[in-house]
C-alpha cells in the first residue's frame, strides 16, 4: 500500500482531472466535426503569459488567479456562442460553431481588449498570447486546425515579448 501525502494526492488528483477535461473536449471537438461537416469550423487558443513567473515571484495563489481571469475573460467575451476549454496547465482552447472568420477576429480583439481591461485592474500582469484557425472546407482536419490555432498562438507569444 501507498502512503500518499495530502499535496502528494491533491497533484494526482489535479492530474486525473486535467486528463478528464482534456478527453471531453478532445470527444466534443469530434463530435462537433462529425456533426457540422459542411460548416465553418475554428479554432481560437490563447495561453497565460508569464505564469511561471507569477507562481515563482508571487505564489501559486497569484498563478491561480492569472488563469482564473483568463478564463473569465474569455467565457465574457464567448458567453453562450460556444465552449471554453481549459486543456492545459496555462492553455485554453475556443470553440465556436458556425462563423465566418471575421467574426472569429472580432472575437479575438475583444478577448484582447477585454485582457487588456482586466489588467489595468488587478495587482497581476494579465496578458495570454491568443491564435487561431478557421476553415469552411467540406474535408475538415481538426488536428491541423487546432495545429494551425497552435502555431498562430505561438507567433502571437513571440510578438508580445519581442514588444516588451
Given at each position: 500500500m501507498v502512503d500518499l501525502t495530502p499535496i502528494t494526492f491533491i497533484i494526482i488528483l489535479e492530474h486525473?482531472?486535467?486528463?478528464?477535461?482534456?478527453?471531453f473536449f478532445l470527444h466534443s471537438a469530434y463530435r462537433e466535426l462529425k456533426e457540422h461537416r459542411n460548416n465553418?469550423?475554428?479554432?481560437?487558443?490563447?495561453?497565460?503569459?508569464?505564469?511561471?513567473k507569477i507562481n515563482d515571484?508571487?505564489?501559486?495563489?497569484?498563478?491561480?488567479e492569472l488563469i482564473t481571469q483568463i478564463a473569465s475573460c474569455l467565457k465574457q467575451v464567448i458567453k453562450n456562442?460556444?465552449?471554453c476549454?481549459?486543456?492545459?496547465?496555462?492553455?485554453?482552447v475556443i470553440c465556436v460553431k458556425g462563423k465566418t472568420r471575421q467574426e472569429i477576429e472580432t472575437y479575438v480583439t475583444c478577448i484582447r481588449k477585454?485582457?487588456?481591461?482586466?489588467?489595468?485592474?488587478?495587482?497581476?500582469p494579465v496578458s495570454a498570447a491568443i491564435g487561431y484557425a478557421w476553415t469552411s472546407e467540406k474535408?475538415?482536419?481538426?488536428?491541423?486546425?487546432?495545429?494551425?490555432?497552435?502555431d498562430a498562438m505561438y507567433e502571437?507569444?513571440?510578438?508580445?515579448?519581442?514588444?516588451?
Open positions: 486525473l482531472l486535467m486528463a478528464a477535461v482534456i478527453t465553418k469550423l475554428n479554432r481560437v487558443m490563447a495561453d497565460a503569459n508569464d505564469l511561471k515571484n508571487l505564489g501559486h495563489q497569484k498563478g491561480d456562442d460556444g465552449n476549454y481549459r486543456t492545459g496547465g496555462d492553455e485554453f477585454e485582457l487588456r481591461r482586466m489588467n489595468d485592474r488587478k495587482d497581476i474535408a475538415k482536419n481538426l488536428d491541423r486546425l487546432m495545429q494551425e490555432a497552435d502571437d507569444k513571440k510578438k508580445m515579448k519581442k514588444n516588451r
